[in-house]
């Protein structure tokens, strides 16, 4: 009787929240096959996926931009969660620092993204701060002399933002960890003759890893579906699959709202293809 007692107190908001996501999504699938009323086009078709995919405008510009987001997603994961590891693994037998670090990871997260993107826009551009005290103290003959690290076609400045963005979250999974039971388990190993990188080896990574890698998994989605930091200091060519989805769908010829919403689709059904890789590998362990 209490289970149900719990179920029925989450149903007003249960319901609130699965009629507006199921509501969205129903009306971007069915923009998605054309259904645009607004154009008095009301015939469900195929036509916007078969032109994005294999489409002669479309085509090769949605297969460049998985591409590119493809390699910013795994590059910013795989940086961030590196870093990570390795912060971890420093302060792993000082306790004492575990709060200051968690502080400063909150106080990070708490920075919108697009705050932080123009904050980086601002300091590695070759007309930011960066260069121009380069160019004062003599070590760059010109500021435009700066390396490209932002509007790059290599997406540099997409990972880096993403990089110092995800790593305090994946600090923060970390953390949890090892407050519950890494320094039980480190002290014991050191107990029993191991040393530092025997402990860090053999005790702490096999901790770590579930947390972080389904953190990781996490930070790919959110990376692979977000907008704002590719648009701030990203490049038009290649772009990421969020910004070529938001420009079709705001483009003045209504009849791209169709490619621009299949794009999403294909984006969404990508993300959750990764969401079940992580939930079988999770079953697995």
């Not at 990070?108 to 005290?133: C, E, F």
Request: proline share 4%; charged share 10%; glycine share 8%.
């Amino acid at each position: 009787m209490a289970k149900w007692r719990s179920w029925l107190g989450l149903a007003p908001a249960s319901i609130i929240m699965l009629g507006l996501f199921g509501s969205s999504l129903g009306y971007g699938i069915a923009q998605s096959l054309g259904w645009l009323p607004f154009l008095d086009q009301r015939e469900l078709s195929l036509a916007a996926y078969r032109n994005v995919l294999v489409g002669q405008q479309l085509g090769g510009q949605w297969w460049s931009a998985l591409l590119f987001s493809l390699w910013v997603s795994c590059a910013a994961t795989f940086g961030s969660a590196c870093i990570c590891l390795g912060l971890l693994s420093s302060i792993a037998e000082r306790q004492q620092h575990y709060r200051g670090l968690s502080i400063v990871s909150n106080l990070h997260l708490a920075i919108p993204h697009s705050v932080w993107a123009m904050a980086l826009l601002l300091m590695l551009s070759q007309s930011g701060i960066l260069a121009r005290i380069g160019f004062a103290v003599g070590w760059l003959d010109q500021p435009k002399d700066f390396p490209v690290l932002v509007r790059d076609r290599w997406g540099i400045g997409i990972i880096l933002a993403y990089i110092t963005k995800e790593v305090p979250f994946l600090l923060l999974i970390g953390l949890a960890t090892l407050r519950q039971q890494g320094r039980a388990y480190l002290l014991v190993a050191q107990s029993l003759g191991a040393n530092r990188w025997q402990r860090l080896r053999l005790v702490l990574w096999p901790l770590l890893a579930p947390s972080l890698i389904s953190g990781s998994f996490l930070v790919f989605s959110f990376i692979f579906g977000a907008y704002e930091v590719p648009a701030l200091v990203g490049v038009r060519y290649p772009e990421m699959l969020a910004t070529m989805a938001l420009e079709l769908f705001l483009n003045p010829d209504l009849q791209a709202r169709a490619e621009g919403m299949a794009v999403s689709m294909l984006m969404s059904l990508i993300i959750l293809a990764v969401v079940g890789l992580a939930w079988r590998w999770r079953e697995q362990r």
